[in-house]
T-cell receptor
Framework: EPEVTQTPSHQVTQMGQEVILRCVPI?????FYWYRQILGQKVEFLVS????????KSEIFDDQFSVERPDGSNFTLKIRSTKLEDSAMYFC???????????FGEGSRLTVL | AQSVTQLDSHVSVSEGTPVLLRCNYS??????LFWYVQHPNKGLQLLLK??????LVKGINGFEAEFKKSETSFHLTKPSAHMSDAAEYFC????????????FGKGTMLLVSP
C-alpha cells in the first residue's frame, strides 16, 4: 500500500541551526502539507503546497520556515534558525485532490537543545 | 473560526466492552468532521469522515460516529473493544473549504485491558 515516508524519524539540533525535514509523498498526489504537534498540545496546520507554491499557511509558518519540492518526489520543510519552541513532531501529508483524504507520514521528531 | 474539544484525555476499557470517545466541535461553516487514529510510532490514519451525507458514519475496524448538529457532537463508538484498538484518537474538523486546513482536537488515548 502506498504511504508517505518521512526522514529523519528523530533529529536533535542546537538552537540556531538550520534543519531540513524530508518527506516523500504518495507518487500520484498533488497536494502536500506540513503539520506539527508540540508535546502535549494539539496537531497544528503549518502549510499546504500545490503546483510548486504555497496555497495556504498558518500564522505559525513565519519567515524562518520554508517549503520546497526540489525534485519530482521530495517535499521538504526547512527551519532556518531553530528555536527551543520548534521542538515538536512534524507530520507530512499528501492528498490526490484538493478536498481529498490526507495521508500522513509517521512524523519526524525534532528536538532543539 | 473552528475548534474541537475532546472531553477525555484518556479512556480505559476492558476488551470486549463498548468504546465511547467524545468530541464536540464549533465551526462557522458547514463542517467536515473526521476521526484519525495514531498507533505508537505510526502515522495518522483516517478512521472515518463526515461530509454532510449520512449522519451515521461507518469507518474501518468496526468504528462509527454520529454527527449531531443540535449537540455539535461527533462521538466515536465501537460496540466491542479489541486489544489492537489501543491508540490515540483525534477528532478533526475542516473549514469546509477543503481538507487542507484541518483543526485537530488534543487527542484521546484509548487504553484496552485484557
Amino acid at each position: 500500500e502506498p504511504e508517505v515516508t518521512q526522514t529523519p524519524s528523530h533529529q536533535v539540533t542546537q538552537m540556531g541551526q538550520e534543519v531540513i525535514l524530508r518527506c516523500v509523498p504518495i507518487s500520484n498526489h498533488l497536494y502536500f502539507y506540513w503539520y506539527r504537534q508540540i508535546l502535549g498540545q494539539k496537531v497544528e496546520f503549518l502549510v499546504s503546497f500545490y503546483n510548486n507554491e504555497i496555497s495556504e499557511k498558518s500564522e505559525i509558518f513565519d519567515d524562518q520556515f520554508s517549503v520546497e519540492r526540489p525534485d519530482g518526489s521530495n517535499f521538504t520543510l526547512k527551519i532556518r534558525s531553530t528555536k527551543l519552541e520548534d521542538s515538536a513532531m512534524y507530520f507530512c501529508a499528501s492528498s490526490e485532490l484538493a478536498a481529498g483524504e490526507l495521508f500522513f507520514g509517521e512524523g519526524s521528531r525534532l528536538t532543539v537543545l | 473560526a473552528q475548534s474541537v474539544t475532546q472531553l477525555d484525555s484518556h479512556v480505559s476499557v476492558s476488551e470486549g466492552t463498548p468504546v465511547l470517545l467524545r468530541c464536540n466541535y464549533s465551526s462557522s461553516y458547514s463542517p467536515s468532521l473526521f476521526w484519525y487514529v495514531q498507533h505508537p510510532n505510526k502515522g495518522l490514519q483516517l478512521l472515518l469522515k463526515y461530509t454532510s451525507a449520512a449522519t451515521l458514519v461507518k469507518g474501518i475496524n468496526g468504528f462509527e460516529a454520529e454527527f449531531k448538529k443540535s449537540e455539535t457532537s461527533f462521538h466515536l463508538t465501537k460496540p466491542s473493544a479489541h486489544m489492537s484498538d489501543a491508540a490515540e484518537y483525534f477528532c478533526v474538523v475542516s473549514s469546509g473549504r477543503g481538507y487542507s486546513t484541518l483543526t485537530f482536537g488534543k487527542g484521546t488515548m484509548l487504553l484496552v485491558s485484557p
